[in-house]
């Protein structure tokens, strides 16, 4: 593999408002980076990045026809699934298994609501087909459908006029030569229809998740192949000489070739971006552990990274659909700067979960809105400037914004809540206590508490809000990146290609003492390396983790336990029975030593460099700049002056004691009473609350 350095690498991030990209461009003493906005373009999301990437490059001072590497972030594959507009599939499974995804888990989605419906239907019944393929458990073919049957599904399949099938056999995970051949033998009777094989997508038991993957897999296929193709014709067009990657849900990217066979993996790329941005800001600040905060517009996503690594699950959900891919652990939570403040049916002042969005907006956006919004609070109460929102290229209205708010003062039924002031008040603690519920939640199912971690804010609103929210978790320490709203698009630059591998162990899972697992991690490590090998020329820096899904012998569960190279190396049984035990004591405090352990999953994730991107050091300029301006805000029930400071004056050493309101271009970054600000030698900000 090559390690020659491209002329440029290109982070972008495509966003329902702006399209945002950071350039890094390599110099003799280490490079420089570069970030632009771009109006996005909802009808067409590649158009913006055609548009922006040119535009970015002329800032940059690079050529429009230097060779370069783009990664680029898209929720095309998300919004597809989300909204239910995927291409209309048909599935293909083992005879007397048609109902699969009928029956599902055969659980409520809650078991204190009974009016709750089952997920929703991805595929209706009469476009499942049954065919005579049998698998045994043990992975071994048992009968295989003849030619005439398949001529007969082939047949219905071509009068639907469907652009995709899913195939999907029961037993499949273990080997799957049988499906794979079914899967082929369908393909030469309908050239030009995608073909999905679920065991090439995930092989792991449980055939109801593997049928969905299969099938969601199938339905994206199509559009996510004319949006990749599009692209490559306008950057084309636009006389752009660039190796394309996509970013992917585990936190990495991968080529073009596997993100139109694997569009799956794209799913929650966004998310997954902005931690890997953090887990670089926190490093180069010698942070291990961060809670990541990214708040925008309608949600708010948090993560925790713990030894400078992110947190990652093999389960997650996609509306109400699971989905056992590899992806970067993200809780969401419903508030965030569009939230919409309202009034319920008893008269209880409520946040979200319905959003202003983009269009039309806060309030205070003057675009038609008239309900109030969190970000209306910020404007309302003095957090933030609206002659400087966005750099001051979009002026907000506060007279429209305290109109909304007036409106519910109105209408309030306490009387601490006359005042919209006050109301904004109490609508900025109601989000902030949803989302330290949603923080210690997710960090309680991990065995963790919010005290010992620092709080990494990004998103337009999320530097905005995370004095709040760290006061009211304890936790003590905030480190704010210089560059919050583009931080998405600077994850997408930082990311490894990377890709997992999986394979369940069957029947051999019950006894772990022959060794079954260690020649699994050795065939997936295998498969690793050929895909490698075949994702580009620049990739160096090549690297194997290795885990274990692993659980008592009766448990209804799994904990995926990861697996050193010493333990893997050594095929020790006796290290990979006390790395379980550990674990489980660390999340439910007791091990069972005479209990049998039981491997259900061997995983190994590859991932190797694209380019080597150094974060930049601060600039010198002077350290003791005053403060910009002072104004008054309101919070807690008092008013306060709070001095007002322009992060571009403001040198690495500086510090800032709160009460303070410190301004950037792209956020605002509000210093409590009580908390210290000091700039470092990155230009990140870090704010710290002095122990009593």
């Given at each position: 593999m090559s390690?020659?350095?491209?002329?440029?690498v290109?982070?972008i991030?495509?966003?329902?408002?702006?399209?945002?990209?950071?350039?890094f461009?390599?110099?003799?003493?280490g490079?420089?980076?570069?970030?632009h906005?771009?109006p996005?373009t909802?009808s067409?999301?590649a158009?913006?990045?055609a548009?922006?990437?040119?535009?970015?490059?002329a800032?940059?001072?690079i050529?429009r026809d230097?060779?370069?590497?783009?990664l680029h972030?898209?929720?095309?594959?998300l919004?597809?699934?989300?909204?239910d507009?995927?291409a209309?599939?048909?599935?293909?499974?083992s005879?007397g298994?048609?109902?699969v995804?009928?029956?599902?888990?055969?659980?409520?989605?809650?078991?204190?609501?009974f009016a709750?419906?089952k997920e929703?239907?991805?595929?209706?019944?009469d476009?499942?087909l049954e065919?005579?393929t049998?698998?045994?458990p043990?992975?071994?073919?048992l009968?295989?459908?003849?030619?005439?049957?398949l001529?007969?599904?082939?047949?219905r399949?071509r009068g639907?006029?469907?652009?995709a099938?899913?195939?999907m056999?029961?037993?499949?995970y273990?080997?799957?030569?049988?499906?794979?051949?079914?899967?082929?033998?369908?393909?030469?009777?309908?050239?030009g229809?995608?073909?999905?094989?679920?065991?090439e997508?995930w092989?792991?038991i449980?055939?109801y998740e593997?049928a969905?993957?299969?099938?969601?897999?199938?339905?994206?296929?199509?559009?996510?192949?004319s949006?990749l193709?599009?692209?490559?014709?306008?950057l084309?067009r636009a006389?752009?000489k660039?190796t394309?990657?996509?970013?992917?849900?585990?936190?990495?990217?991968l080529?073009?070739?596997?993100a139109?066979t694997r569009?799956?993996?794209?799913?929650?790329?966004?998310?997954?971006?902005?931690?890997?941005?953090?887990?670089?800001?926190?490093?180069?600040?010698?942070?291990e552990r961060?809670v990541?905060f990214d708040m925008?517009?309608?949600?708010?996503d948090?993560?925790?990274?713990r030894?400078?690594?992110?947190?990652f699950t093999n389960?997650?959900s996609?509306?109400d659909?699971?989905?056992?891919?590899?992806?970067?652990?993200?809780?969401?939570?419903g508030?965030g700067?569009?939230?919409?403040v309202?009034l319920?049916a008893?008269g209880?002042?409520k946040?979200?979960?319905e959003?202003?969005?983009a269009?039309?907006g806060p309030?205070?956006?003057?675009?038609g809105?008239?309900?109030?919004?969190?970000?209306?609070?910020?404007?309302?109460?003095?957090?933030i400037?609206?002659d400087h929102f966005?750099?001051?290229?979009?002026?907000l209205?506060r007279a429209?914004?305290?109109?909304?708010?007036a409106?519910l003062a109105?209408?309030?039924r306490?009387?601490?809540?006359?005042?919209?002031?006050?109301?904004?008040?109490a609508?900025?603690?109601?989000?902030?206590?949803?989302?330290?519920?949603g923080?210690?939640?997710?960090l309680a199912?991990k065995g963790?508490?919010?005290?010992?971690?620092?709080?990494?804010?990004?998103?337009g609103?999320g530097?905005?809000?995370?004095g709040f929210?760290?006061?009211?978790?304890g936790?003590?320490r905030?480190?704010?990146?210089?560059?919050?709203s583009?931080?998405?698009?600077l994850?997408?630059?930082?990311?490894?290609?990377k890709?997992?591998y999986a394979a369940?162990?069957?029947?051999d899972?019950r006894?772990?003492a022959?060794?079954h697992?260690?020649?699994l991690?050795?065939t997936l490590?295998?498969?690793a390396?050929q895909?490698?090998?075949?994702?580009?020329?620049?990739?160096?820096?090549?690297a194997?983790?290795?885990?274990?899904d692993?659980?008592?012998?009766?448990?209804?569960?799994d904990?995926?336990?990861?697996?050193p190279r010493a333990v893997?190396?050594?095929?020790s049984?006796?290290?990979?029975y006390e790395l379980f035990?550990?674990?489980?004591?660390r999340?439910?405090g007791f091990?069972?030593?005479?209990g049998?352990v039981?491997?259900?999953?061997?995983?190994?994730?590859?991932?190797?460099?694209?380019?080597k991107?150094?974060?930049?050091?601060?600039?010198a300029k002077?350290r003791?700049a005053?403060?910009?301006s002072?104004?008054?805000?309101?919070?807690d029930g008092?008013?306060?002056?709070y001095a007002?400071?322009q992060?571009a004056?403001?040198?690495a050493?500086?510090?800032?004691?709160?009460p303070a309101i410190?301004?950037?271009s792209?956020?605002?970054?509000?210093?409590?009473p009580?908390?210290?600000?000091t700039v470092d030698?990155f230009?990140?900000?870090?704010?710290?609350?002095?122990k009593?």
């Open positions: 390690q020659d350095q491209p002329a440029f290109a982070g991030d495509v966003g329902g408002t702006f399209t945002d990209f950071v350039l461009r390599p110099t003799a003493d490079g420089v980076f570069t970030h906005k771009e996005s909802p067409d999301p158009r913006a990045v548009d922006g990437l040119p535009a970015a490059m800032l940059a001072g050529a230097a060779a370069g590497v783009v972030g898209t929720t095309i594959a919004n597809t699934i989300l909204q507009k995927g209309p599939v048909a599935l293909i499974t005879r298994n048609r109902d995804l009928e029956i599902g888990r055969a659980r409520m989605p809650s078991s204190f609501n709750l419906g929703r239907r991805v595929v209706p019944r476009r499942v065919c005579g049998r698998i045994g043990n992975g071994v073919a009968a295989r459908a003849s030619d005439v049957e001529d007969e599904i082939a047949a399949i639907w006029q469907l652009p099938v899913a195939v056999l029961l037993n499949s273990v080997d799957k030569t049988a499906e794979v051949d079914v899967a082929a033998r369908l393909s030469a009777r309908l050239p229809t995608h073909m999905v094989a679920s065991a997508i092989p792991e449980r055939e593997r969905l993957v299969a099938v969601l897999n199938a339905q994206i296929t199509p559009l996510m192949d949006y193709r599009g692209l490559e014709t306008l084309r006389g752009i660039a394309v990657f996509i970013t992917a849900s585990n936190g990495g990217v080529s073009l070739a596997t139109r569009p799956i993996d794209t799913i929650l790329s966004g998310p997954a971006t902005g931690v890997t941005a953090a887990v670089a800001i926190a490093g180069a600040a010698n942070v961060i990541s925008g517009g309608t949600s708010t948090i993560s925790m990274v030894r400078g690594v992110p947190e389960q997650t996609v509306g659909l699971p989905v056992i891919l590899p992806s970067v652990d993200v809780s969401a939570i508030a700067g569009g939230s919409i309202h319920d008893q209880l002042l946040v979200g979960p959003s202003a969005g269009a039309p309030a205070a956006y003057g675009r809105g008239t309900r109030p919004t969190i970000t209306d609070c910020y404007l309302v109460n003095g957090w400037d609206p966005l750099g001051g290229r979009m002026r209205d429209k914004a305290h109109a909304a708010l409106a109105r209408d309030a306490h009387a601490e809540l006359k005042e919209p002031e006050a109301v904004a008040d609508a900025l603690r109601i989000a902030t206590t949803r989302m330290a519920t923080l210690t939640r997710h199912q963790e508490d919010a005290h010992s971690f620092t709080l990494l804010p990004f998103g609103a530097p905005t809000h995370a929210l760290a006061t009211e978790t936790i003590a905030i480190l704010v990146p210089r560059a919050a583009t931080f998405c698009a994850g997408a630059l930082l990311a490894r290609v890709r997992a369940s162990l069957g029947a899972r006894d772990l022959k060794g697992v260690w020649p991690f050795e490590e295998t498969q390396r895909w490698i090998a075949q994702e580009g020329q620049l990739l160096s820096q090549l194997f983790a290795h885990s274990a692993m659980r008592y012998r009766g448990q209804a569960f904990i995926e336990v990861a697996i893997s190396d050594a095929r049984a006796a290290g990979l035990h550990a674990e489980h004591e999340l439910y091990r069972e030593e005479r049998v039981e491997v259900v999953t061997a995983r190994v994730t590859v991932s190797a460099e694209v380019c991107v150094p974060l930049r050091r601060a600039q002077q003791g005053p403060p910009h002072a104004r008054e805000v309101y919070h008092k008013r306060i002056t007002v400071y992060r004056d403001l040198a050493g500086a510090r800032i004691e709160g410190i301004e950037q792209d956020t605002t970054i509000p210093v409590l009580g908390w210290q600000a030698a230009d990140n900000l870090m704010m710290e609350r002095p009593p």
